[in-house]
């Protein structure tokens, strides 16, 4: 931002400079400019290269929707899946916790790791959304029964649909 300030507002950076005492003045536009990004939600990020130009992106784009769109125009909207797929995790243990100084920060009880899940979501070329479908890993104590129930994890059951499989559950 200070380069563009410099190439293209020279006359305002000028004057904003000549306000300031000459040891903090610069540190003043730092400042003002910070105050400017954080009002104005501005984020700071490395800068990358395309690997390709956006123009080719937009030819192959182009291309892959015309190829699908012939191979797939037999299928009906509600034969056309759209699936995403995220991770989370649940039951988490403090990051810290409190004790006495010199004192044993041990936890005598208790999980130290997280449990992880992954919600898959669905919805047809029609608009429908299909149910939300949980899977977690493991086999569960009782057939029928997926997780000791939390208060958090008995609303996601009630609402989701469940079946078996070998080495994990979805709901």
Request: proline share 3%.
């Amino acid at each position: 931002m200070i380069t563009w300030i410099k190439i293209n507002q020279r006359a305002w950076l000028m004057s904003y400079l000549a306000t300031k005492k000459s040891d903090v003045a610069y540190d003043s536009l730092l400042r003002l400019l910070r105050r400017f990004c954080q009002r104005y939600v501005f984020c700071q990020q490395r800068q990358t290269k395309n690997k390709l130009k956006q123009a080719l992106l937009t030819k192959v784009h182009d291309e892959f929707a015309r190829d699908f769109h012939r191979e797939y125009q037999s299928y009906e909207n509600d034969c056309v899946f759209n699936v995403d797929e995220t991770g989370m995790y649940y039951n988490l243990p403090p990051t810290y916790i409190w004790a006495v100084r010199g004192g044993n920060a041990k936890i005598s009880t208790g999980e130290k790791h997280s449990m992880r899940m992954t919600a898959v979501l669905t919805a047809r070329a029609d608009g429908q959304k299909l149910p939300l479908l949980l899977i977690t890993k493991g086999v569960p104590e009782y057939p029928g029964r997926a997780l000791k129930a939390t208060s958090s994890l008995r609303f996601l059951v009630a609402i989701t649909t469940q079946c078996r499989r070998m080495r994990g559950w979805m709901w």
